[in-house]
Structures are given as C-alpha cells and as structure tokens.
C-alpha cells in the first residue's frame, strides 16, 4: 500500500487587520461613518453665549442685524458703552451685548454664524483689533471646550474683559462670580437696549 500523497498547503492570503484600540484608556479614533451618525444623533440644547460689539458706522443697527439673525437667540442683555480695549489708537467707543441662545448648534457651527453676521455688516480684517461695524465672539457652549488655531472654547479673554463680563452677568450671573470685579467694571457704562 502506497502512502496517502501529502498536497503542500496553498498560500493564503493574510486576513485582513483589525485596527487595534490605542493602548490605555484612550478613546479609537472616529472613522467617518462614526462621526456621521454622531452628527444625525440628535443634540440637546444647550447654553450658548456670544459676545457682540460695534465701533463703526451705526452701531445700533449693526448689534440689532446681528442679533436678528442669529439662531437660537432667547436672551440679549443691554448695551453697555466702552472705550476700546488694545489696538490703535483713536478709535472710537464700542456698544457691546451678550446674547444667550439655546442651541443644538456646535462652538464650530455657532463660529460660521458668527462669521456670517460679520460679513452682513461688511467688517473689513484690517488690523488687529482694529475698529469694526461688528466682532461676534463665541464665548461659551454648553461644557464644550475646544482648543484649536481659530477658535477656543471658552473664549480665551473673556474672564479679563468688563465689556463681556457685565453684560454676561445681566443673563448669567451665576457664570461670573468671581470673575466680575470692580476694577474690570470700570468704565462700561449702560447705554440702553437693543
């Protein structure tokens, strides 16, 4: 009897790899199809606040137009009058406001409606802190917190800044304890509603 003849296996091709988790407790990276149905998954909304000012033109209506066309508005606070804080000198007083939205909208999302409602009232990106028909900041959204090249979360200067302070402290007060002193009240001065 002959033996059983042996067939050399076939080279198979290697299966394919599983991405491995990151060593530690780190979260796997999204993959674009995770961040798309994190994106359909509904938001709850959340407190937003946006910081306004004007120095150009008519300051009023610029506030006003911003305000009309922002999204999710349920609050805005009154004015408040201050003289310029940094940039060139000569420029004139600013009208300031801080607007309060509920929102499902993102820090990322709440900054293109900023920079819409700044192209509506034609600012010019002349020099930093330069004067301007207006300047919205985002300021906070929700407990989101975002550190990148163009925008931060919570706004980085906020916390310094009476013109923000005061007016935020009309919608929020509980948020500015502590941060809202005398000093930095100094000089912003009422100056009606919108």
Known sequence: MT???????????PAPRRPQAPAGDAPRPPTAESAL???????APVRAFLGL??????????????VARLPDVVCVSPLYETDPVGGPPGQGAYLNCVVELATTRTGRELLAEA????AAAHRERVERWGPRTLDV????????????????VPHPRM???GFVLVPLGDLAPELVIGHLTSELARGVRPAGTL
């Open 37 to 43: 149905q994190e994106r359909r998954r509904p938001r």
């Open 159 to 161: 916390w310094k800044r």
């Open 115 to 118: 920079q819409a409602a700044e």
């Open 3 to 13: 033996p059983p003849r042996r067939h050399k296996p076939k080279p198979q091709a």
């Open 137 to 152: 900041d985002v300021l906070l959204v929700g407990d989101e917190e975002i550190n990148e090249p163009d925008l931060v």
């Open 53 to 66: 000012g004007s120095n150009l033109g008519d300051r009023r209506a610029y506030l006003a137009g911003a």
